[in-house]
Nanobody, 118 residues
């Protein structure tokens, strides 16, 4: 399974970005899909996760500003980021869990840079 993330870039505070991450390859069944981020000098942290049925969970720091969604037919997960703040600057990584014969494998995308700067 390969993940291709896109949509990062430079944005001013208060601006918006939409990240996409498409899974491809020999996919059996994808369960949870999520986004994590890692700022310079900090550990990678969860931003948001969405189950196959659409249940979501968000980090407290992004609630109300960021929305995760998915298109199961396209094996794609999205992250709509609004009202961006300086502290949202980080490399954003998507990940998916693939379920195959009772075994769960986790795959990571290559990361896309989001920079919030004036």
């Amino acid at each position: 399974v390969q993940l291709q993330a896109s949509g990062g870039g430079l944005v001013q505070p208060g601006g918006s970005l939409r990240l996409s991450c498409a899974a491809s390859g020999n996919i059996f069944s994808i369960s949870a899909m999520g986004w994590y981020r890692q700022a310079p000098g900090k550990e990678r942290e969860l931003v948001a996760v969405i189950s196959k049925s659409g249940s979501t969970n968000y980090a407290d720091s992004v609630k109300g500003r960021i929305t995760i969604s998915r298109d199961n037919a396209k094996n794609t997960v999205y992250l709509q980021m609004n009202s961006l703040k300086f502290e949202d600057t980080a490399v954003y990584y998507c990940n998916v869990n693939e379920e195959r014969w009772g075994i769960t494998r986790t795959y990571w995308g290559q990361g896309t840079q989001v920079t919030v700067s004036s």
